[in-house]
């Protein structure tokens, strides 16, 4: 595969605020926006290390957010505690299955997805990887645009919540599973931020990386 042209080989910063392109002085190496004033710098500072701290405390989090209850339910006879996929299972059982399906795919498929996605992007950035890497851009712009969405779990969980109040005439409250998978969506947000996808393209390139 030829070398593209990248904008950091001709020396020109992108500015990740206005988008302007600028073009960086002799040995320059981070300089401000001359439109906007924001920070220049060819690649995102830290971008890996970041990366992985966010990604690591998803990993961590990401366990207890799914087999800690995620409501506590009180009702007239009984009281009862519920994970993400004890909500899933109940809602299959009585009939919701629409909504099942939405909750396990928007509150346990998407995140670990997410999470999965960002740890091979870094891994293979990390070994300068040249294997597919238009591949791997298009993989980036996918997890971005879950990220987008990224609050869609909160929002399935609340309707969760909803149905069971109302088809169990209970109160229900908010369990500490709730504070993980709240944490755990955040910190899958940030990583993706944080990470910059111009370095899948730097292995094919020289003098920048």
Known sequence: MSAPATA???????CRACSLVSRAGAGAQAMAC???????????????????AFLIAAYILYIPANMLPIMDTNSLFDTQQ??????????????SWPT?????????????FKIAALTFLVISVQRR???????RAQLYRVVEFFGRWSML????????VALVQIQ????VHAGSGAIAFGAVVILTMFAAFNFDPRLIW???TTGHE
């Open 202 to 204: 730097d292995p094919l």
């Open 168 to 171: 169990s005439l209970a109160v």
């Open 34 to 52: 001359p439109r906007c004033g924001a920070p220049l710098h060819f690649r995102k500072p830290y971008s890996i290390s970041r990366t992985w």
């Open 82 to 95: 519920d994970t993400i996929l004890s909500g899933v299972i109940f809602l299959w059982e009585s009939g």
């Open 153 to 160: 779990d909160i929002y399935v969980v609340a309707i969760l």
């Open 100 to 112: 099942a399906v939405l909750v396990f795919f928007a509150s346990i498929v998407v995140p670990l």
């Open 129 to 135: 990887s040249i294997w597919r890497p238009r591949a």
């Open 8 to 14: 950091a080989a001709h020396g020109l910063f992108s």
